[in-house]
């Protein structure tokens, strides 16, 4: 079948021609091509030998001497020739095929950019055997000793280059597709030590177990804090991955200290005899990093230097584990950083950034500020405004720990929480529009942004004034408002749209004869009569701008009156933690969102 099978290839790509016929080669030639002929038959008794590699050694013989003999592509038809590159392909497939050592390699360097770990393209993934098996989107890419019908034969020989594998990519060439025949075709077995190590892990040299020696704190350089940082932002983008560049992976301390094929990438205590140094900071013009050395500081190159003069010791925890989840993230380090400051420190940044947001959105409005216990007041209001506000906003802090119990020791917000108010409502747009680049709905006239450690905490609002009307909150109910909001949210932790407007509307001191308040009803009502699923009002984005507020506070009431205050804090509390909304609600209240939901519309919202 074998033999067979790449006849009809060679036919198909024009390698032999059917129209034999005798050519004008001189009949010493054709003499020697008949006795290499003769010659190649042995091969089949070598390989049924197990001689494999004398039976390579007649096969290269051969085709070295053809090559040496330069036959023109006219007398190429003779008989004699043809004969002998038929035997020729059938000794060929004669020689078993490695997978570890021939079709690996070919599959590293061709397919697992695009089916490996990084990538899986149409569900599949080529870098170990097992998961060769697998198949993928398409099913089956192997059907053992039947390479006519296996799927990945038939993508590298589609001769639409569309369709046709590695996409983007060279087609293979004939040799090539002849290996990956030939070996299905043997019945594409696997000869190496682990079908679920990465493919051609086998034939990996093994090196010596690693010494990790761990940091003692005599060190001036430190690998956590100098060099992984680093090592993770420059290098990780080429030495990492099933095929890392070079063969060098960095992924671990183990692999780093492994080094790559020379062996001697690192050697601890001797700078002088660690390839990497070279690369880094001393060979003209450097090596590293590939394409770009603007990357690396030599600042850093040194403190490689050093580490490596220093011992290369280790200061994280596990050696085995990913140097990138040893660096800190930007979100992280800002979190330390913050954590770092006194509560002196902390309050004195707040003021910067205050200052900071304000002139972002009104670089040409001057403000004023007012500094109470929990709030820092600032705008272009009258300061005598800003001092009423500020009052104002004191005693709902005030009401919302009493109502609400901090921990022990707690503050609502550290540092202070800014509290930015506009006198016109084009200077409050502009928070949204340069801050959050978000359009302001009409009927929005402030809002809260609090993100997690509290590094950014400031409400901003529009003083839309003290006069009540069935449209709007006053400034005061809009302050207390984003106030109880903003202390749902004092951990920094999202929370779904309706509660977190519903619970500060609640709380924004509304009187039951309020003519806001008797609105509330009756577009709550309309809001959820369109609602199909119950269980959808606990969702973000179930509800409109304008809808979430009305529809938000008689949710949270209708939670207060079925568990009392105690539980609303343990539902915001499991939020706080991580869980999703609907399960920390059926959590708390022991119901699904889809029952409570309907419970909460029998009630008619009470």
């Known amino acids: 079948m074998r033999s067979g099978f790449w006849v009809f290839l060679l036919i198909f790509s024009g390698l032999l021609n059917t129209g034999m016929c005798q050519a004008a080669l001189p009949p010493e030639v054709k003499k020697e091509l008949s006795d290499l002929t003769r010659e190649l038959r042995t091969v089949t008794g070598l390989i049924r030998k197990k001689q494999i590699d004398e039976a390579r050694a007649v096969i290269q013989k051969i085709e070295d001497r053809v090559e040496e003999l330069a036959i023109p592509e006219e ?23 490695s997978f570890e050592k021939e079709i690996a390699p070919l599959l590293k360097e061709k397919c697992i950019r695009c089916h490996g770990v990084e990538q899986v393209c149409a569900n599949l993934r080529l870098d170990t055997y097992a998961n060769m098996g697998r198949g993928g989107r398409s099913g089956p890419v192997l059907i053992p000793r039947n390479p006519q019908r296996s799927l990945l034969l038939a993508k590298v020989m589609n001769e639409n280059p569309q369709q046709r594998m590695p996409q983007g990519g060279e087609r293979l060439s004939d040799d090539e597709i002849r290996l990956l025949a ?35 704190g005599t060190e001036t350089v430190s690998f956590k804090d100098d060099v992984a ?44 005899s660690s390839y990497m140094v070279d690369l880094v900071l001393r060979q003209e013009p450097l090596k590293m990093p590939a394409g770009n050395q603007t990357f690396l500081k030599k600042s850093q190159a040194l403190a490689l230097e050093k580490w490596i003069q220093e011992g290369a010791h280790f200061d994280g925890k596990d050696a085995k584990a990913s140097i ?52 820092y007041v600032l705008g272009n209001a009258d300061e005598s405004r800003l001092a009423q506000i500020s009052s104002w906003g004191e005693a709902q802090v005030s009401s919302l720990t009493a109502k609400y119990k901090l921990p022990d020791g707690d503050q609502p917000w550290r540092g202070r929480l800014i509290v930015c108010v506009t006198k016109d409502r084009f200077d409050y747009e502009e928070f949204n529009t340069v801050l959050m680049n978000r359009r302001t709905p009409p009927g929005v006239s402030g809002h809260v942004s609090i993100n997690q450690n509290l590094e950014t905490a400031y409400v901003a609002l529009h003083d839309v004034g003290d006069t009540e009307n069935a449209d ?18 004092r951990r920094g932790a999202a929370m779904p749209d309706w509660f977190r407007s519903g619970f500060g509307l609640l709380e924004s001191g509304l ?4 003519a806001f308040m008797k609105t509330i009803p009756q577009r709550a009502a309309e809001a959820v009569s369109t609602i199909t699923d119950p269980g959808t009002l606990f969702r973000d984005g179930t509800l409109s701008p304008d809808e979430v507020g009305p529809v938000g506070m008689l949710m949270t009431r209708f939670l207060i009156n079925h568990g009392g205050t105690a539980r609303l804090q343990q539902l915001a509390m499991e ?27 029998q009630s008619g919202g009470r």
Not at 194 to 200: E, K, Q
């Open 575 to 601: 939020i706080q933690n991580g869980t999703p909304a609907q399960n920390a609600l059926e959590k708390v209240y022991s119901e699904n969102a889809a029952n409570l939901g309907r419970a909460f519309i």
């Open 229 to 272: 940082p680093w090592l993770v932002g420059v290098c990780m983008g080429c030495h990492s991955g099933n095929n890392p560049r070079g063969g060098y992976s960095m992924e671990t301390f183990e692999k780093l200290l492994s080094g790559g094929p020379t062996g001697n990438t690192i050697v601890p205590g001797d700078p002088d």
């Open 472 to 489: 709007r909150l006053t400034t005061q109910q809009l302050l207390n408002s984003l106030l109880a909001q903003a202390f749902l949210l």
């Open 75 to 97: 007398d190429q038809r003779d008989r004699s020739y043809v004969a002998l590159m038929t035997t020729l392909i059938r000794s060929k497939d004669g020689i078993p095929v």
């Open 324 to 375: 990138r989840s040893m660096v800190p993230t930007p979100e992280e380090r800002e979190a330390a950083l913050l954590a770092s400051m006194s509560d002196q420190e902390f309050a004195e940044r707040r003021k910067q950034q205050a200052a900071t947001l304000w002139k972002s959105v009104a670089p040409r409005e001057s403000f004023e500020s007012v500094t109470s216990t929990n709030l």
């Open 182 to 216: 030939n070996w299905i075709a043997g019945g594409a077995e696997f000869d190496g030590e682990d079908v679920t190590s990465p493919i051609g892990d086998s034939m990996v040299e093994k090196k010596p177990p690693v010494k990790v020696v761990m940091a003692d």
């Open 511 to 514: 009187g039951t004869d309020s």
